[in-house]
């Protein structure tokens, strides 16, 4: 079966350090999501991206998150400076969307675990 | 804008009993639905999804879910579970021109007793 690929699997960072989180998406999949998950929050939908651009990043904090797609095969997400309330998992999944809107489901990885001390 | 309410954060039954996973949602165009199921330290799986045509989905592993659209409704049920359905089950929609937008509720803990 396809997978999304999760990097790394778990993270322990000192607030104030830089965390890079990476995801390879299904190949032939044109939409990546980036979502959060907390106790107290759910499931958050930080970002997602269409054939590699942005489409909508507004659930993301912009003055230290920064999601990318340098190309098809990688999706990064930035925290940069790392704080104690970041600490959650963080989901990558993707998706092939038909036309505006139609999905058939996606895929989710099986997350990083990160926490900021 | 489309939100989701699941009516239930925990849910406790006996094996082989039968289980209704509750999910409201909230949206003033058409809708795709899905419902996800999450085990513990994983990634959550699609477990069954409306997008068209008959309103009652069915999983492969005896789940099955109505979409109802006079009431917004799109519950979750299995006739008789196992202790292996112990898990989180999430339901999400996703709204037309939203570009595939995924919008997950808050998730119902299914915990099956022997």
């Known amino acids: 079966d396809a997978r999304v690929t999760q990097t790394p699997r778990h993270k322990v960072t000192e607030m104030g350090q830089e965390v890079t989180m990476r995801c390879q998406p299904i190949?032939?999949?044109?939409?990546v999501f980036w979502y959060r998950q907390t106790m107290m929050q759910g499931l958050e939908l930080l970002a997602y991206?269409?054939?590699?651009?942005?489409?909508?990043d507004s659930g993301m904090p912009k003055d230290r998150f920064s999601a990318e797609m340098p190309d098809a095969t990688l999706a990064t997400l930035k925290i940069q400076p790392s704080e104690p309330r970041d600490s959650a998992v963080y989901f990558c999944?993707?998706?092939?969307?038909?036309?505006?809107?139609?999905?058939?489901?996606?895929?989710f990885g099986s997350g990083t675990r990160l926490t900021v001390v | 804008a489309q939100s989701v309410t699941q009516l239930d954060s925990q849910v406790p039954v006996f094996e082989e009993a039968p289980v209704e996973l509750r999910c409201n949602y909230s949206?003033?165009?058409?809708?795709?639905l899905f419902w996800y199921v999450q085990y513990p330290n994983q990634g959550l799986q699609l477990l069954l999804k409306?997008?068209?045509?008959?309103?009652l989905v069915e999983s492969i592993n005896g789940f099955e879910a109505e979409f109802n659209k006079s009431q917004t409704s799109f519950h979750l049920r299995k006739p008789s579970v196992h202790i292996s359905d112990t898990a989180e089950y999430f339901c999400a929609v996703s709204e037309e021109n939203q570009g595939g937008k995924l919008i997950f509720g808050q998730g119902t803990e299914l915990s099956v007793k022997p």
């Open positions: 999944a993707s998706g092939l969307v038909i036309g505006w809107d139609l999905n058939y489901g996606y895929t």
């Open positions: 190949l032939g999949h044109n939409t």
């Open positions: 991206f269409r054939n590699r651009a942005p489409l909508d």
């Open positions: 409306y997008l068209s045509g008959s309103t």
């Open positions: 949206s003033s165009v058409s809708v795709y």
